[in-house]
C-alpha cells in the first residue's frame, strides 16, 4: 500500500512559539491531503482539505489564521500552529488522498500522526 | 448530512472471546464508501477494511469479519477468538463520493476494545 510519512513525530513547544508539521507521500502523488485533529479519547475531526496549489479548505471554527496548511507539491502538505497554546496540544494526523477505480472510490492513506504538546 | 453512529464506546472481554463492535451510518449518497480502522495506543490509525455501497457481500479475513446490511445501515465488525493484541479503539467511517470535499472521512466516535488475558 501507499505511505504517507509525518515529521516530527512528537514535538514539544512552549506557548507563543510556532511549529511545522510535515506530511509526505512517499510512494504516490497525492491529489488531495488532510488534516485532522484528535483529543485524547476523542474521535478524529477533520481540520481541512488542501488540493496541491490552492489554498486550503477549513472545516467550521478550525481558525485559518492560526492553522496555515501548504500544499505546495503532490507530496508534501504541511501545518503550521501559529502562536501555539496549551489548547493546542493534540494529536495531529494527516492523509493523503487519490482517486482509485469505481470499486474502490477514493483512496486515503494515513500518516502516522504528530503528538504536539505546548507548555 | 453524513453520520456515523458507533453507540458502543467500550467493550471489555475476556480473551478467546468473539466480540462484535456495531457502527450505524447515515448518508444521502447512493454510492459511498465503508471503512474500518483499528488505532492503537501508538496512534497510528491502521486500514482494516472498505467496503463500497454496492457490495453487500459479507467479508472474513481470518478472525474478523464484516456485515454489511444497507436495509439497516449497518456496517458490524466481529473478532472471532479475541486476543490482547486487539485491544485499541476501532473507528468506523464513511466516505463522500463527489462535490469539493470528495473523499473526506466522517469518522465515529470509536469503540474502546480491551481484551483481557
Known amino acids: 500500500g501507499a505511505v504517507v510519512s509525518q515529521h516530527p513525530s512528537w514535538v514539544i513547544c512552549k506557548s507563543g512559539t510556532s511549529v511545522k508539521i510535515e506530511c509526505r507521500s512517499l510512494?504516490?502523488?497525492?491529489?488531495?491531503m488532510f488534516w485532522y485533529r484528535q483529543f485524547p479519547k476523542q474521535s478524529l475531526m477533520l481540520m481541512a482539505t488542501?488540493?496541491?496549489?490552492?489554498?486550503?479548505?477549513?472545516e467550521q471554527g478550525v481558525e485559518k489564521d492560526k492553522f496555515l496548511i501548504n500544499h505546495a507539491s503532490l507530496t508534501l502538505s504541511t501545518l503550521t500552529v501559529t502562536s501555539a497554546h496549551p489548547e493546542d496540544s493534540s494529536f495531529y494526523i494527516c492523509?493523503?488522498?487519490?482517486?482509485?477505480?469505481?470499486?474502490?472510490?477514493?483512496?486515503?492513506?494515513f500518516g502516522p500522526g504528530t503528538r504536539l504538546t505546548v507548555t | 448530512a453524513q453520520k456515523v453512529t458507533q453507540a458502543q464506546t467500550e467493550i471489555s472481554v475476556v480473551e478467546k472471546e468473539d466480540v462484535t463492535l456495531d457502527c450505524v451510518y447515515e448518508t444521502r449518497d447512493t454510492t459511498y464508501y465503508l471503512f474500518w480502522y483499528k488505532q492503537p495506543p501508538s496512534g497510528e490509525l491502521v486500514f482494516l477494511i472498505r467496503?463500497?455501497?454496492?457490495?453487500?457481500q459479507n467479508e472474513i479475513s481470518g478472525r474478523y469479519s464484516w456485515n454489511f446490511q444497507k436495509s439497516t445501515s449497518s456496517f458490524n465488525f466481529t473478532i472471532t477468538a479475541s486476543q490482547v493484541v486487539d485491544s485499541a479503539v476501532y473507528f468506523c467511517?464513511?466516505?463522500?463520493?463527489?462535490?469539493?470535499?470528495?473523499?473526506?472521512?466522517?469518522f465515529g466516535r470509536g469503540t474502546q476494545l480491551t481484551v483481557w488475558p
Open positions: 488542501s488540493n496541491e496549489g490552492s489554498k486550503a479548505t477549513y
Open positions: 467511517a464513511l466516505s463522500e463520493t463527489r462535490g469539493s470535499t470528495l473523499g473526506r472521512l466522517y
Open positions: 467496503r463500497n455501497s454496492f457490495d453487500e
Open positions: 510512494d504516490f502523488q497525492a491529489t488531495t
Open positions: 492523509s493523503g488522498g487519490r482517486q482509485g477505480s469505481l470499486f474502490v472510490g477514493y483512496e486515503q492513506y
